[in-house]
């Protein structure tokens, strides 16, 4: 089996390289990427059966003869979370809707095509959030970003992973994490303001998030074409989060009755559906968030960290 994914060279595509390369049924990992933040971090994953071309996923001339090439094509390029849509809306546009265009049409129905999506295409929703009977309603750029990605991969049969929000560290730690800010402003200022404490989300580490593509990438038949990504058991309000990384570093929590989450999330998602396929996540939130903690704080301690 080849397998192709686009933007490997990120902080979930890192993980899923590493994850496919010790898979003997897969022979061959393509990684389409610009390399924007150098490859160093990756240097360990390279070998004969892993391939990088440093090309942007709209350089159709470039990419097309790995994609036509593979069985599998996981896309994965995007600028990801609402303040970094927000901050940068054009490059947005240009990687999330012109990119995945790209992508699509160079793509078959005779390939297995994965779209990396987001629970928070949902938007503000009462009740449980399920794929077939709630409609995605998104209320940031970013999942509206996504919901319009869905749309254009549907084309070609592309199933959708609506994941739930990552964390962990990875090949390319993200700084700008919920829970790796948090725990940064723990350390650094003493201090964590907090509002909408009691908003719930559900989390998953990013091996986990990369277990689940591999997951759907070796089914040998996927019974739908969209799926909520995560657990049940790891669904926490903002204020438990607080409370697990105060159980590692003491700091205060200044409640703030005026903030407002982006995307607004703050709902249950049923994942019946993914994990009657047989998925589970792995990763326990308490422990690694001690890890993560670990983590920032040597980097702290050499004054470095990643952008």
Do not use: W
Not at 156 to 178: H, P, W
Not at 186 to 211: K, P
Not at 240 to 262: A, Q, W
């Amino acid at each position: 089996m080849i397998v192709t994914i686009t933007g490997g060279l990120g902080y979930l595509g890192g993980e899923l390289v590493s994850l496919l390369a010790e898979d003997d049924s897969i022979k061959r990992i393509n990684i389409i990427d610009k390399g924007l933040y150098g490859v160093t971090h990756f240097s360990s994953l390279f070998s004969e059966k892993v391939n990088l071309l440093i090309a942007d996923i709209r350089d159709t001339s470039a990419i097309k003869s790995i994609i036509s090439s593979s069985d599998v094509v996981v896309h994965l390029a995007s600028l990801v979370g609402a303040p970094l849509v927000d901050r940068k809306p054009i490059e947005a546009y240009e990687t999330n809707i012109s990119g995945t265009r790209c992508i699509t049409d160079l793509v078959s129905t005779s390939q297995r095509f994965i779209f990396a999506s987001t629970g928070s295409s949902y938007g503000k929703v009462e009740g449980i959030c399920t794929e077939d009977k709630t409609k995605i309603s998104p209320l940031s750029s970013y999942g509206k970003n996504k919901a319009e990605g869905e749309d254009i991969t549907r084309e070609k049969n592309a199933i959708s992973l609506r994941f739930a929000t990552v964390y962990g560290l990875s090949y390319r730690t993200r700084d700008d994490l919920y829970i790796h800010s948090m725990i940064q402003k723990a350390i650094v200022d003493r201090s964590v303001v907090l509002y909408q404490g009691q908003a719930s989300r559900t989390f998953m580490h990013v091996n986990d998030a990369a277990r689940a593509v591999r997951h759907i990438i070796k089914m040998s038949d996927v019974p739908h074409s969209v799926f909520n990504v995560g657990d049940p058991d790891l669904a926490y309000t903002k204020r438990e989060i607080c409370d697990l990384v105060s159980k590692y570093t003491p700091f205060k929590i200044l409640e703030n009755s005026y903030g407002v989450d982006i995307d607004q999330r703050d709902y249950i998602v049923s994942y019946d559906r993914i994990m009657k396929t047989g998925f589970s996540c792995k990763k326990v939130l308490d422990s690694q968030i001690e890890v993560i903690m670990n983590y920032y704080k040597s980097k702290f301690n050499s004054g470095y960290l990643n952008g």
